[in-house]
């Protein structure tokens, strides 16, 4: 790890990497064992940062607004969220729940080797996941979750700009990239000029489609307003924005609940997660009283928004729309998913963690006056269709907005551009798991390998 004001002004690797985040390490990594690589992040840091090293501090990052914190606030849509600006991306700023993608994330992700899709999760849990011991209140969640007739699984815890140049097919061809340094000095990292050498997006969702467009590559009329030379025209890049809308319900406890992080999440038959997390209460106004914490996103969605750029400054997020619940199969989920919640805190298994005399309704009530987002809402909930609109908040699984298909074919690698890829949360269809971070994980080394296997090979054969 090195500053970028010590890098030179000129310098030249096999693949270059942006991105130091949850696809990018793992991938970088890969590739690094027998090739040069430049991974590029732009954020700090996360060693030594307790914000990042405990567990239990979630969400402390999110109060750090300074242009340095490791998470990046916006607001979109009435909700607030946040993206990496850290080493290790989502991975050191998120909730640490680990969950495995299932058959059909590969299918859509087009990852058809299916040995190499467990070797590279069990490449990545050797270094970095394990198995929680499993505390009293998700102890009582799980067994209320198994009497509202859910299943409950136990995860486990734990200015760049690319240049481009028109190769002799009069196709562009990404080259090199400039990147700025904390001292506003530029520099420029270029490829080799091997046959395999490229460049590699790792972004993320709201990153890398953001990096396609100030390149040049992206809908012509997004750049024409902002005076940028039209590399290729592409209007797929931004589109197909998703993030799964997370509804939650805060129970306010007689006793009180040891801090647990995720421990468990319930898989519903109609496509909502639900997860418990004690102690979680600090997101909002620390109380005592609002203990129990029980988000529940939907599976998907299929509710979609796009990504625009409103100016050409590579710091600054994107304008980005998901369109919550625009689908109305999305709604249906939610209030499917919080009746179910319901159900479970009136179970007998969860007696203990409520107030006998609280009804749902005031428990409902009560959470519609909590803070979370700036919609505007009233006191009480009439429905549970409104209580999901009203006070949905994200999970922070955001992705889209290079599309396999629509801007990458089935090996990540741009349309109509040569030596230029993207691998990361930005190509995903259907937020995979119960949570994403395994699969773009697993994604970054996978398509490592096989990027790294087929190069090899070709070195052998000439
Ligand atoms: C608060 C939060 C909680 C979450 N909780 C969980 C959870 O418990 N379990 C789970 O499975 N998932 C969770 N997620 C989701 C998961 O972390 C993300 O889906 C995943 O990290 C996305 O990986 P990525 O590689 O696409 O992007 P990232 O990991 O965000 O990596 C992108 C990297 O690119 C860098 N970058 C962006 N622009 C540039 C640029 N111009 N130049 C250089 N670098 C740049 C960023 O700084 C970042 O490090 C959470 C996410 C958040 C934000």
Redesign the pocket.
């Known amino acids: 790890m090195h500053e970028a004001t010590k890098a030179p002004k000129i310098s030249f690797f096999d693949y270059i990497v942006?991105?130091?985040?949850?696809?990018?390490i793992p991938l970088a990594t890969t590739l690094s064992a027998k090739y040069s690589v430049l991974l590029?992040?732009?954020?700090g840091s996360p060693y030594g940062n307790a914000n990042i090293t405990s567990q239990l501090n979630f969400g402390n990052n999110f109060a750090d607004t300074s242009p340095d914190s490791p998470s990046q606030i916006f607001t979109t849509e009435g909700v607030i969220n946040?993206?990496?600006?850290?080493?290790g991306?989502?991975?050191y700023?998120?909730?640490?729940?680990?969950?495995r993608g299932e058959a059909q994330f590969n299918k859509e992700a087009r990852l058809m080797d299916e040995n190499l899709v467990q070797e590279s999760y069990k490449w990545t849990e050797r270094v970095m996941v394990f198995e929680p011991v499993v505390q009293e209140w998700p102890s009582a969640v799980r067994a209320a979750l198994l009497e509202a007739g859910v299943t409950p699984d136990n995860g486990f815890t734990y200015d760049?700009i690319i240049g481009t140049k028109v190769s002799g097919k009069s196709r562009p061809m990404a080259y090199g990239v400039v990147f700025e340094d904390s001292l506003g000095n530029k520099h420029r990292a270029y490829l080799k000029g091997g046959k395999k050498d490229e460049i590699i997006l790792?972004?993320?969702?709201l990153?890398s489609p953001q990096?396609l467009m100030l390149s040049g590559i992206g809908p012509r009329k997004q750049l024409d307003a902002l005076k940028i030379k039209v590399v290729l025209e592409q209007p797929f890049i931004g589109q197909g924005m998703a993030d799964n809308p997370l509804n939650a319900v805060f129970i306010p406890a007689p006793v009180a609940v040891n801090p647990s992080g995720?421990q468990i999440v319930g898989i519903t038959w109609f496509g909502s997660y639900i997860e418990e997390a004690g102690g979680f209460s600090f997101i909002f106004t620390p109380s005592p009283n609002y203990q129990g914490f029980s988000p529940q996103k939907i599976n998907g969605p299929l509710s979609m928004g796009e990504l625009k750029i409103e100016n050409r400054n590579?710091a600054d997020t994107p304008s980005v729309t998901f369109n919550y619940f625009k689908e109305p199969e999305d709604l249906r989920k939610c209030v499917k998913g919080v009746a179910t919640i319901l159900k479970a805190i009136e179970s007998k298994a969860f007696s203990n963690y409520k107030f006998a005399n609280m009804t749902v309704q005031e428990i409902l009530d009560i959470n519609m006056r909590l803070p979370g987002n700036d919609l505007v809402r009233s006191n009480t909930s009439l429905s549970l269709e409104q209580y999901c609109k009203d006070t949905v908040r994200t999970m922070?699984?955001y992705h889209g907005g290079c599309h396999i298909d629509k801007v990458i074919d089935h090996e990540y690698k741009v349309f109509g551009v040569d030596g230029l890829r993207v691998i990361?949360?930005?190509t995903i269809l259907n937020s995979p798991g119960t949570?994403?971070?395994?699969s773009?994980l697993m994604l970054g080394r996978y398509m490592g390998v096989t990027i790294l296997g087929q190069r090899i090979a070709c070195d052998k054969s000439r």
Do not use: C, K
């Not at 942006?18 to 990018?24: C, E, H, K, L, V």
């Not at 790792?202 to 969702?205: L, M, P, V």
């Not at 949570?435 to 395994?438: F, I, K, L, S």
């Open positions: 942006i991105g130091g985040g949850t696809a990018g590029l992040e732009r954020g946040t993206r990496a600006r850290v080493l991306g989502g991975t700023i998120n909730a640490g729940f680990y969950s760049h790792s972004a993320g969702a990153g990096l995720v590579p922070w699984h990361d949360g930005s949570n994403p971070q395994a773009v």
